[in-house]
């Protein structure tokens, strides 16, 4: 069964990943990025062997979502899966079910931060960025990646409302709230993952979670080339910067009024009941 850690991208799944992948799979806490490898990503080429290789055709990929998540469970173990795949159904198709999906970490981040992180890791203008957020979007149709899938995001408020609405057991996790108080959210998400699962944690494997997976050691490990998944500029002469502003990007210091005004006409309904709009 899965345990989906969800997010739009740029809201803090790395994050996440890091967090859980350090808390289930360590004894002592300690994050490195090779734990990663352990929450991979939903969808990708390998899961779709033997069904289709249609990797860029979403009605083609729709037929197949469910058998490809039947395969990943045969084993019939708890397992988790990343993915930024909108919890959509099309036609008689649904992403994925009870049968296969036993609860989600869902995480969300304020929109108007998001602006600077979709320029900067899909190097876009920041209207652009505003765009691809009210814009229903779907990753996939350039990406490079041998690996890569269509990925049918939506718009940043579908995202959220489609996982929030179609999932039976859903923690939200806010990334705000991880950067104000992670002790809480650490609570949260161990309190939730006991309902699934059997680990061992204790004060000290505590106190390294927190501290291997603070966004400053993240983004150090980065620097010394420690973190995989960077991705390549347009150009493919650099790779773009994964840990780029984290607790530092806010919107108030940086975002024009004009495109804040967007977002939040766009977005209003999700952003009040998130608690971004009074």
């Known amino acids: 069964m899965i345990i989906w850690l969800a997010s739009y991208p740029k ?79 099309i036609d008689d198709y649904n992403f994925t079910n009870t049968s296969n999906t036993c609860a989600t970490i869902y995480v969300v981040r304020d929109p108007r931060n998001l602006i600077n992180s979709i320029s900067n890791h899909y190097d876009k203008s920041k209207e652009d960025s505003k765009k691809f957020l009210i814009t229903p979007q779907f990753l996939g149709e350039k990406e490079n990646s041998s690996g890569y899938v269509m990925t049918l995001l939506g718009s940043w408020g579908e995202h959220y409302r489609f996982w929030k609405q179609n999932s039976k057991n859903f923690l939200l996790i806010k990334y705000e709230d991880l950067i104000q108080n992670i002790d809480k959210e650490l609570d949260k998400i161990i309190n939730f993952l006991k309902n699934y699962m059997t680990f061992n944690v204790d004060k000290k494997k505590r106190e390294n979670i927190i501290n291997t997976t603070s966004f400053k050691n993240l983004k150090s490990m980065e620097e010394k080339g420690l973190f995989k998944e960077s991705v390549l500029t347009k150009n493919s002469s650099s790779k773009v910067v994964f840990f780029h502003q984290g607790p530092d990007n806010n919107w108030e210091n940086s975002l024009d009024k004009k495109l804040q005004i967007e977002i939040e006409q766009n977005f209003k309904i999700e952003m009040e009941e998130l608690g971004y709009l009074k």
């Open 11 to 89: 809201s803090g799944n790395t994050w996440i990943r890091s967090i859980v992948s350090s808390l289930i799979y360590t004894e002592d806490g300690k994050f490195e990025f090779d734990l990663l490898k352990k929450i991979p990503q939903f969808p990708i080429k390998k899961n779709f062997e033997g069904f289709t290789d249609k990797y860029r055709d979403i009605h083609e990929l729709k037929k197949n979502w469910i058998y490809a998540q039947d395969k990943i469970n045969l084993d019939q173990k708890i397992k988790f899966l990343k993915t930024h795949h909108l919890n959509c159904k």
